[in-house]
């Protein structure tokens, strides 16, 4: 079954993402996709979706999406401000970390997200039921708004824009919530050093493991620039044969001052790399926002594979517990229809 949404506000850079692009690297194609993918595997899950269906990706502030055709149900994973606002009503408010199902004419309205400083994740991803069926770009709807791919022609929402995406199936009245907020871990992000810890001093590593270092202004999904302790190169130099990179990998320039690469980040670089964000935690970079530190642990490869598959088997766990519940007031069918009311029926006299 069809559905349709129009975005009424378009909210602040917010763009649709899936896992990722994967398999195009050597054609110089970035992998893109979600910032958090644990976090858009959670706003799937909620809506019985697929872990790498496309879903809105929320720095800041969301949409205001109105259900043009169909009925249509939505997640919200992540501390973020919502509202309803159907045909029989008045605006409802929305609590997050569970569903939300709408009809043609209702219009839900996206808000703020929490900021990180309060104890919540940085960013939100609100799941559609189905998935948002815009056109798959090179096997994936992730947006990657340098080149254009994927998405909405390629960019961030417009107020304007229609969006095919699925209907529905079987019973409206049935909504989803999680056992409670996905969280990840805390600590310092965990990195396998490397594969250039040669061309960095003693001195450079060792501070680089021991002290903080500040997220500037200067970072977005291509890469998140650090501020700290400049961290000197040995002999080797600050420059090396451009060779692969990958989200994660963590180049030192000249400066000294470190870049993590994110989603978006080049294929190919020509700065030594000092250490590499283990899978694990890499998610956890997409809710660090300029002005907050950051700390570096050390890691081997057969640590940061267990980390993997304890995360792995944690969202397993968390998917396993979200429970099905009924609003207030809504219409059990089913109930209606299995009751036997003609059973229940007496013989009515108007002589009594």
């Not at 129009?6 to 979600?34: H, I, K, M, N």
């Not at 995360?311 to 007031?329: K, S």
């Not at 809504?330 to 002589?351: K, Q």
Request: glycine fraction near 12%.
């Amino acid at each position: 079954m069809s559905a349709q949404l129009e975005v009424v506000t378009a909210g602040l850079v917010v763009a649709l993402q899936d896992r990722g692009r994967f398999g195009y690297r050597q054609l110089g194609v970035p992998v893109s996709g979600a910032l958090d993918p644990m976090l858009l595997a959670a706003a799937n899950a909620l809506v019985g979706n697929a872990a790498d269906a496309a879903a809105f990706e929320i720095l800041l502030t969301g949409p205001t999406l109105k259900v043009r055709a169909g009925r249509v149900r939505f997640s919200l994973a992540g501390e973020i401000d919502a509202s309803l606002q159907n045909t029989r009503g008045k605006p409802l408010r929305i609590e997050p970390w569970r569903t939300v199902t709408l009809g043609p004419g209702d219009t839900i309205r996206i808000g703020a997200v929490a900021p990180p400083q309060s104890g919540g994740p940085g960013i939100a991803y609100v799941g559609i039921s189905g998935g948002v069926e815009v056109p798959a770009v090179l096997a994936s709807r992730s947006t990657y708004a340098r080149a254009g791919l994927g998405g909405v022609h390629g960019r961030a929402l417009a107020a304007g824009d229609l969006l095919p995406c699925r209907g529905i199936a079987g019973d409206a009245w049935l909504e989803f919530r999680a056992p409670g907020p996905w969280v990840h871990a805390e600590g310092p992000i965990r990195v396998v050093p490397g594969p250039q810890a040669d061309h960095f001093t003693d001195e450079a590593l060792q501070a680089f493991f021991s002290q903080p270092f500040t997220v500037t202004r200067d970072s977005d999904r291509m890469g998140m620039r650090l501020e700290g302790p400049a961290l000197a190169h040995s002999a080797l130099g600050a420059d090396i044969a451009s060779d692969g990179v990958t989200p994660g990998a963590i180049q030192v320039p000249a400066n000294g001052q470190p870049i993590i690469l994110m989603a978006d980040c080049q294929t190919v670089g020509g700065y030594p790399k000092i250490a590499t964000v283990i899978r694990a935690d890499l998610a956890r970079l997409a809710h660090v926002r300029p002005g907050m530190s950051l700390h570096f642990q050390g890691v081997s490869l057969a640590e940061a594979a267990a980390a993997r598959a304890a995360q792995a088997q944690q969202l397993a766990l968390w998917i396993g517990r979200i429970a099905r519940f009924r609003p207030p007031g809504a219409f059990d069918e089913a109930a209606l229809y299995g009751g036997n009311l003609v059973s229940g029926m007496i013989r009515a006299d108007p002589r009594d």
